[in-house]
């Protein structure tokens, strides 16, 4: 561990990596996160309707999303926007899974609504405004599902891990970590991509750690390069958010990609997976990176 970072983190040690610890790998099926495969989970930001829901499963798992994302409680910034089908939309969800194969992703919100998301969802999302919900993370302790756990938007690692802690504290060990931006006075992007916090967090930490691009960037442009940029900093797998029509979205139209656009990305990062893939051979026989 590097010295710089291993007073500050050594606190959290359900999750700080030891020198020689293994990394974590979390297996959600046949699927592990934090393995050799690059795990892309796809999907809209919102669950509106059985058809959009189906016909984008169908494209991104066609591309190669291995998981299907989408939310069916929606924390708004707004009261006044769209909240989310709820368990309309987790049965929708369900429905996919049954059709492509897909396994779901899909946030909870509230310790009241933990059972009810963990009976259809084979990940447990929380968001970046519930990462630091305490009681919410108590109770995924107990709720048999692995947890995607994102940052908050002005959160530090600190934060993140100390979160991060709490649910392996409360009996859940399957969590995998997400840098999605933090807030900065940057305002050319929805957040500020913190590429750092990848290599940081997989050095201080045995868990998986993705990266959602979409959150990051708010608009489409962007997120195929900054989904490079997380292939080439380390990343175990990525969220992005994919609509039939991001221009009718309920919400995060903006920075949801096209299938077309989706198709394209995931042919980009092939390439860069590749690179990734014989940089760490070529490190690994040197005997690693100092
Ligand atoms: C989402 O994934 O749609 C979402 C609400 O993300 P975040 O919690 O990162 O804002
Ligand atoms: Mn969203």
Not at 190 to 208: C, E, G, I, Q, Y
Not at 256 to 261: A, H, R, W
Not at 275 to 286: D, G, I, P, S, Y
């Amino acid at each position: 561990m590097n010295k710089r970072w291993n007073g500050q983190y050594s606190c959290f040690d359900l999750v700080a990596r030891s020198d020689d610890g293994p990394r974590s790998v979390v297996q959600v099926g046949d699927i592990a996160i934090g393995g050799d495969e690059f795990v892309v989970m796809a999907g809209p930001c919102a669950v509106e309707s059985e058809g959009q829901v189906l016909d984008t499963a169908v494209s991104v798992a066609r591309a190669g999303a291995r998981i299907l994302r989408g939310g069916a409680y929606k924390p708004r910034s707004s009261p006044y926007s769209f909240q989310g089908m709820g368990v309309e939309g987790l049965k929708i969800l369900a429905k996919a899974r049954e059709v492509t194969g897909l396994a779901i992703v899909t946030e909870v919100m509230s310790e009241t609504d933990v059972d009810v998301v963990a009976e259809y969802a084979d990940i447990m999302q929380v968001g970046a405004r519930s990462m630091e919900n305490y009681s919410l993370l108590e109770r995924l302790g107990t709720c048999g599902r692995p947890v995607l756990l994102k940052r908050g938007m002005t959160a530090t690692l600190e934060d993140l891990l100390c979160s991060a802690q709490l649910l392996v504290a409360s009996g859940n060990p399957d969590v995998i970590l997400c840098e999605r931006g933090i807030r900065t006075f940057e305002t050319a992007t929805r957040n500020t991509f913190d590429v750092a916090a990848v290599p940081v967090l997989k050095t201080v930490s045995h868990l998986p750690v993705i990266v959602d691009p979409s959150h990051a960037a708010g608009v489409q442009m962007l997120v195929p390069i900054l989904a490079r940029a997380a292939v080439v900093v380390g990343a175990d797998g990525l969220l992005v958010e994919v609509h039939p029509q991001p221009e009718k979205a309920a919400s995060d139209g903006e920075q949801s990609l096209t299938f077309e656009q989706f198709d394209a990305m995931m042919a980009d990062l092939d390439p860069y997976l590749s690179l990734r893939a014989a940089a760490e051979k070529a490190c690994a026989v040197a005997g690693g990176l100092a």
